[in-house]
C-alpha cells in the first residue's frame, strides 16, 4: 500500500516563508502532487514533481528527493489567504491513474 | 470551461432513503474519479472511470454505493439505501493526464448529511 505523512498543522506571520513537508512509502513511484483546500472548498491544483529538484511556480515552490521518499512545498511571501489545508498526494504504479492523498496540513497565517 | 459541476451543492436525507450525487467532467478529459472526504479519513478514492468505463472500484465501501458514467459528460454517486456514516463531502474530478501531472479539476462536492 502507499503511505504518506505530513504536518498536521502549521503556523506562520503574513509575509514569512513556511515549508510543509512530506514523506511517502508505496512502491512504483511517479510523482508527488500538491493540493491546496480552502475550508468549505474544492481541492485545487498547485504542483507536481516527477523528478528530483525544485520547481517554482510564483510564491510556491515544491520540491521533491526521490532517493529520500521526500518532498516539501515551499510558500514564500506568506498572505492571508493562504491560509487553508495542503494535501501531498502521491500517483504510483500500482494505480497510475489515480492519486493517494495525505491527511492534509493546515497552515494558519497570522496578521 | 465552465469546470466540473456537481449537484446538488447540499443534500440532507434520512437514513434508509435513495441519494443521487451527480458530475458533468470536464469536456475533453479522459478521466473522472469521485472521492470522499471526511475528517476520519481524509481523501479517499471511491471509484475512478476512463473513457467511461469503471477502472477501480475497490474504493466503494459496499454494495450500497453504485456508479455510472453512461456517457463522457455525465457521472453519478448513488447510494441506496442510506446511512448516517455516510455523511460527508463528495467531490467528482476530471484529468486528461494519467498519472495526474497536469492536475486534477475538482468540482465544488456534494456535502451529504444523513439523518
Known amino acids: 500500500g502507499q503511505s504518506l505523512e505530513q504536518p498536521s498543522e502549521v503556523t506562520a506571520v503574513e509575509g514569512a516563508i513556511v515549508q510543509i513537508n512530506c514523506t511517502y512509502q508505496t512502491s512504483g513511484f511517479y510523482g508527488l502532487s500538491w493540493y491546496q483546500q480552502h475550508d468549505g472548498g474544492a481541492p485545487t491544483f498547485l504542483s507536481y514533481?516527477?523528478?528530483?529538484g525544485l520547481e517554482e511556480t510564483g510564491r510556491f515552490s515544491s520540491f521533491l528527493s526521490r532517493s529520500d521518499s521526500y518532498g516539501y512545498l515551499l510558500l514564500q511571501e506568506l498572505q492571508m489567504k493562504d491560509s487553508a489545508s495542503y494535501f501531498c498526494a502521491v500517483s504510483h504504479s500500482g494505480s497510475a491513474r489515480q492519486l493517494t492523498f495525505g491527511s492534509g496540513t493546515q497552515l494558519t497565517v497570522l496578521p | 470551461d465552465a469546470g466540473v459541476i456537481q449537484s446538488p451543492r447540499h443534500e440532507v436525507t434520512e437514513m434508509g432513503q435513495e441519494v443521487t450525487l451527480r458530475c458533468k467532467p470536464i469536456?475533453?478529459?479522459?478521466?473522472l474519479f469521485w472521492y470522499r472526504q471526511t475528517m476520519m479519513r481524509g481523501l479517499e478514492l471511491l471509484i475512478y472511470?476512463?473513457?467511461?468505463?469503471?477502472?477501480?472500484d475497490s474504493g466503494m465501501p459496499e454494495d450500497r454505493f453504485s456508479a455510472k458514467m453512461p456517457n463522457a459528460s455525465f457521472s453519478t454517486l448513488k447510494i441506496q439505501p442510506s446511512e448516517p456514516r455516510d455523511s460527508a463531502v463528495y467531490f467528482c474530478?476530471?484529468?486528461?493526464?494519467?498519472?495526474?501531472?497536469?492536475?486534477?479539476?475538482f468540482g465544488s462536492g456534494t456535502r451529504l448529511t444523513v439523518v
Open positions: 474530478a476530471s484529468s486528461s493526464s494519467p498519472r495526474g501531472q497536469d492536475g486534477y479539476t
Open positions: 469536456s475533453g478529459h479522459d478521466y
Open positions: 472511470f476512463n473513457n467511461n468505463v469503471p477502472i477501480d
Open positions: 514533481n516527477a523528478l528530483d
